[in-house]
């Protein structure tokens, strides 16, 4: 899945736990009649991907839905939701999507007439 906007804001890394576990947050604004601003954490290595990233810049960014289930202390489930992005790349100003394969134009027919047998078999 993919995620196209404007970058609204890149956070700092957070380290969590003694393993380190590493994690930063970026939010893309959508493009749109109704504009999202969507949270995208990049977790471990890949909060690394952001240093090249300004905001303002427009980037398509890969992501994965992940879930969870956690039990309460009262045995209730309760659900949680995350978007991780693991691919960013940058795109040109004003272009979110990519142009379109130029069309072929074919080579016009030599001599067709109708006295030539039709061999299609329907």
Known sequence: MEVIGKVKLIGEVQTFGT????????????????PQMIMIEFVQDKTDLLNNYKVGQDVKVSINLRGREWINPEGVAKYFNAIQGWRIEGLSQGSSAPSAAP???????????????DDLPF
């Open 19 to 34: 393993g380190g576990f590493r994690k930063r947050e970026l939010v893309v604004t959508t493009d749109e009649q109704y």
């Open 103 to 117: 069309v072929q134009k074919f080579e016009a027919a030599s001599s067709v007439s109708d006295e030539e047998p």
